[in-house]
């Protein structure tokens, strides 16, 4: 499976050409290969603005949308590097705030892959690397790295004490079982606390960090790690749901009226919660309007996204379309309950909450766990395949959907035939919510049928 997109752009089509070419050889782990690419860079990593690091399973990308919309509402100016990318590449790389432009890419990843040919770096490690010298050569006043996969091992982890300002680690799960649980000597054997131990990977010596709140046993894990590298201080904070939004609370002070975070779904508020903790621990201190603010203006593309306008929009489908890149257990927890508790949603639906269902997923997710958690939602399930992924058969979807209890099931062979099968039939007075569910693969083709990339 490749995860390198394409570009209208002839010279980034070439180095993109050049990045598919690019695997992680098999048993090779560590930071070594970075390390020596980074060097042969000029060590751009040590040339950052103050860095906000984000671990975790779910929530590090909302986490890191609510760091970047409260800093820009504080007046500064923010380096950002997340993945995966939904439609371009570009959006792995966004430069004092805007997405690096192509002109600008093809030389900076052709300067990247040339000074690593003979390393054989990732995908992901040419990335970074290509983040890293891209954010040192423009001024910011913080930079916000978003961590691939685990932690302990990620590219991003190359980081040194000295340039990252605060860590942060989001909700946990099982997810990415085959890297993250691969058996290795010395480490937790329970597989959550395998992934505490792997995510506090990235948590540096005398710098501070901030955690969603965690089970009891596995909070010790994390803080285990943290005392064994000498991380610290570890804020301490709790966020409290209240009528119109929360109430964010920390050994120190307190933050009394916040608003509901614009991203929909009640978990958003641990999310936004997690962000303020961050900050609140570093040295950039945003005032009280600047997170107000920010929880406002936040915006993060495929996690309960809604949308009615776009070239899917006009077509008189009838239907308001919600967007969701959620692959695991939690993930579909957190859609189901979005649209079941988030008062904003139930006002929309007026009525018990049923959607339709566009569900698309790759092989190596669990396709029968996503699906039962989501199927008091749902009111037909369509499976679809990804194009150009390993995923479930979309018979298979509809098969599991079956079993837990979905009755309306289908298959169809690409999105437009989904909705168009969703449209058979439909009372023209019929208001139906649909979802797109199951993969950030999925996700991307929806935003780029719609014509709505991220920007």
């Not at 060097?39 to 751009?44: E, F, M």
């Not at 040590?46 to 975790?56: E, I, M, N, S």
């Not at 959006?91 to 300067?111: C, T, V």
């Given at each position: 499976?490749?995860?390198?997109?394409?570009?209208?752009?002839?010279?980034?089509?070439?180095?993109?050409?050049?990045?598919?070419?690019?695997?992680?050889?098999?048993?090779?782990?560590?930071?070594?290969?970075?390390?020596?690419?980074?060097?042969?860079?000029?060590?751009?990593?040590?040339?950052?603005?103050?860095?906000?690091?984000?671990?975790?399973?779910?929530?590090?990308?909302?986490?890191?949308?609510?760091l970047r919309a409260i800093l820009e509402a504080d007046g500064k100016t923010v380096h950002i590097t997340t993945s995966p990318h939904l439609v371009r590449y570009n959006?792995?790389?966004?430069?004092?705030?805007?997405?690096?432009?192509?002109?600008?890419?093809?030389?900076?990843?052709?300067?990247?892959?040339?000074?690593?040919?003979?390393?054989?770096?990732?995908?992901?490690?040419?990335?970074?690397?290509?983040?890293?010298?891209?954010?040192?050569?423009?001024?910011?006043?913080?930079?916000?790295?978003?961590?691939?996969?685990?932690g302990r091992f990620d590219a991003t982890n190359i980081l040194e004490p000295d340039a990252v300002a605060v860590s942060g680690i989001a909700a946990l799960g099982i997810?990415?079982?085959?890297?993250?649980?691969?058996?290795?000597?010395?480490?937790?054997?329970?597989?959550?606390?395998?992934?505490?131990?792997?995510?506090?990977?990235?948590?540096?010596?005398?710098?501070?960090?901030?955690?969603?709140?965690?089970?009891?046993?596995?909070?010790?894990?994390?803080?285990?790690?943290?005392?064994?590298?000498?991380?610290?201080?570890?804020?301490?904070?709790?966020?409290?749901?209240?009528?119109?939004?929360?109430?964010?609370?920390?050994?120190?002070d307190r933050l009394n009226n916040l608003p509901k975070p614009a991203l929909p779904g009640d978990y958003q508020i641990s999310n936004a919660g997690l962000a303020i903790?961050?900050?609140?621990?570093?040295?950039?201190?945003?005032?009280?309007?600047?997170?107000?603010?920010?929880?406002?203006?936040?915006?993060?593309?495929?996690?309960?996204?809604?949308?009615?306008?776009?070239?899917?929009?006009?077509?008189?489908?009838?239907?308001?379309?919600?967007?969701?890149?959620?692959?695991?257990?939690?993930?579909?927890?957190?859609?189901?309950?979005?649209?079941?508790?988030?008062?904003?949603?139930?006002?929309?639906?007026?009525?018990?909450?049923?959607?339709?269902?566009?569900?698309?997923?790759?092989?190596?997710?669990?396709?029968?766990?996503?699906?039962?958690?989501?199927?008091?939602?749902?009111?037909?399930?369509?499976?679809?395949?990804?194009?150009?992924?390993?995923?479930?058969?979309?018979?298979?979807?509809?098969?599991?959907?079956?079993?837990?209890?979905?009755?309306?099931?289908?298959?169809?062979?690409?999105?437009?035939?989904?909705?168009?099968?969703?449209?058979?039939?439909?009372?023209?007075?019929?208001?139906?919510?649909?979802?797109?569910?199951?993969?950030?693969?999925?996700?991307?083709?929806?935003?780029?049928?719609?014509?709505?990339?991220?920007?």
């Open positions: 499976m490749k995860d390198f997109g394409t570009s209208d752009d002839p010279r980034v089509q070439a180095q993109l050409d050049r990045l598919a070419q690019l695997s992680l050889p098999k048993g090779r782990i560590g930071l070594d290969t970075i390390c020596l690419l980074l060097d042969r860079l000029g060590n751009p990593q040590r040339k950052l603005p103050p860095v906000f690091h984000v671990a975790g399973t779910n929530g590090k990308g909302s986490t890191c949308a609510f959006e792995r790389i966004r430069i004092a705030g805007n997405l690096i432009e192509d002109d600008a890419l093809g030389p900076l990843l052709e300067e990247v892959l040339d000074a690593g040919e003979d390393l054989g770096p990732s995908f992901f490690e040419v990335t970074i690397a290509a983040a890293f010298l891209a954010f040192s050569r423009t001024p910011a006043d913080a930079c916000i790295v978003e961590v691939g996969l685990g997810d990415h079982e085959r890297f993250l649980l691969a058996p290795e000597d010395g480490v937790p054997e329970k597989p959550l606390h395998r992934i505490a131990f792997e995510k506090a990977g990235i948590l540096k010596k005398d710098t501070p960090f901030a955690v969603q709140p965690l089970a009891e046993d596995v909070h010790a894990i994390v803080t285990a790690q943290a005392a064994s590298v000498g991380a610290g201080p570890c804020c301490d904070w709790e966020a409290v749901r209240t009528e119109n939004g929360f109430e964010y609370r920390d050994s120190s903790a961050m900050l609140r621990a570093s040295p950039l201190k945003p005032g009280l309007n600047a997170v107000k603010n920010g929880l406002q203006n936040a915006v993060w593309p495929a996690r309960m996204q809604n949308f009615t306008e776009g070239k899917l929009g006009d077509i008189d489908y009838g239907f308001d379309f919600w967007l969701d890149g959620g692959h695991n257990l939690d993930a579909a927890r957190a859609v189901r309950e979005a649209f079941q508790n988030d008062g904003r949603l139930s006002k929309i639906m007026s009525g018990p909450v049923k959607v339709n269902v566009v569900m698309g997923m790759l092989e190596s997710k669990d396709a029968e766990g996503f699906i039962r958690e989501i199927a008091p939602i749902a009111r037909r399930l369509v499976g679809i395949p990804i194009p150009g992924h390993d995923h479930h058969a979309p018979e298979e979807l509809a098969r599991i959907a079956q079993n837990a209890g979905i009755a309306d099931i289908a298959t169809a062979a690409n999105v437009i035939d989904a909705l168009n099968l969703l449209n058979t039939g439909r009372p023209n007075d019929a208001w139906q919510p649909t979802a797109f569910l199951g993969s950030l693969y999925l996700a991307g083709e929806v935003l780029r049928l719609n014509g709505t990339p991220p920007e």
